[in-house]
């Protein structure tokens, strides 16, 4: 019998764990809406993900790990999430943004989500990935140029980037149900945006970090670090009632933990990476 010999992965998304595992879920009314239903994946929200663009993150192309999740540019959700960019955009100068333009019209350009409807997002370098992402190599800092402003000036980034930038890895749906006295409610679920919600493309992307164990190394648990971001998506006595009941959850031992996240959280965990721009994400905050 020979010696057996240790296998090396070379491919980063053999890490990754499989879409299908079980999940915990919570349901409750948001105490400052009843007619507003909060449905929250536990599994996912007690996980140690955090963003690791600038240390582990691979990207979603192949070859192109310094775009992080920005290869393809930003779609914009509304309006207002234009207005809210145009004017971010203005705060920046070619000392802070390495591929400075001025006007909105050039660094926006028009595509299609589904292959039909025309829809704006931000643009792409030729080549390359969305006009705001700076270099590595660039003075001014990399990642982000929108993100790093936004820390410059003591804001929090969700303020100053596009919708689907600063949503994702939470995935967000909304609709109205109807109960059986005849009330309706709306239900906002908060659960993991993994390779399906990307819809048929997402099983192509080169990697996905919500799958990866390399991702799930938060100092903190998700309900945690992206406090603001969920009080953004749910409002914030809504928040309020979710942090508690995830603080409870986490104290009595999770029974369907994240197969992404350790049992234990790794000696070297630590806050998460610059946290560039993100492609696309479920719609804005809600109203």
């Known amino acids: 019998m020979g010696t057996p010999v240790a296998v090396q992965l070379t491919d980063p998304r ?42 582990s993150c691979h990207g979603i192309i192949r070859g192109r ?61 030729e080549g390359g990935p969305c006009v705001f992402l700076n270099d590595a190599d660039f003075p001014g800092g990399w990642g982000c140029a929108l993100h790093a402003q936004a820390l410059r000036d003591g804001v929090h980034p969700l303020e100053y980037k596009p919708d689907v930038c600063w949503q994702l890895p939470i995935r967000r749906d909304q609709e109205w149900a109807k109960r059986p006295d005849g009330s309706k409610v709306l239900v906002s679920t908060i659960t ?46 809504a928040y309020d009632k979710l942090h508690e ?19 234990q959280p790794p000696a070297t965990a630590a806050p998460g990476g610059l946290e560039p721009a993100a492609t696309r994400a479920p719609r804005s905050r809600r109203s």
């Open 192 to 237: 993991e945006f993994d390779r399906r919600g990307w819809g048929e493309g997402g099983h192509d992307l080169d990697w996905w970090c919500t799958s990866s164990p390399e991702a799930h190394v938060g100092a903190e648990p998700l309900f945690v670090s992206y406090g603001p971001e969920l009080t953004a998506l749910i409002g914030r006595a």
């Open 65 to 125: 790990a310094a775009d992080g999740c920005c290869s393809h540019g930003a779609f914009f959700t509304d309006a207002d999430d234009e207005k809210r960019v145009r004017a971010a955009a203005k705060k920046l100068t070619p000392q802070t943004w390495q591929h400075f333009r001025r006007g909105f019209k050039n660094y926006t350009e028009v595509d299609t989500v589904d292959g039909t409807t025309p829809a704006r997002r931000t643009a792409t370098r």
């Open 245 to 263: 009941l995830c603080t409870a959850r986490l104290a009595q031992g999770l029974v369907a933990r994240h197969p992404a996240t350790p049992a």
């Open 14 to 55: 053999d890490l990754e764990v499989g879409l299908d595992f079980p999940r915990e879920w919570v349901e409750f009314a948001d105490p400052a809406d009843p007619a507003h239903l909060v449905r929250a994946d536990l599994t996912w929200l007690l996980s140690r993900w955090t963003c690791v663009f600038g240390k």
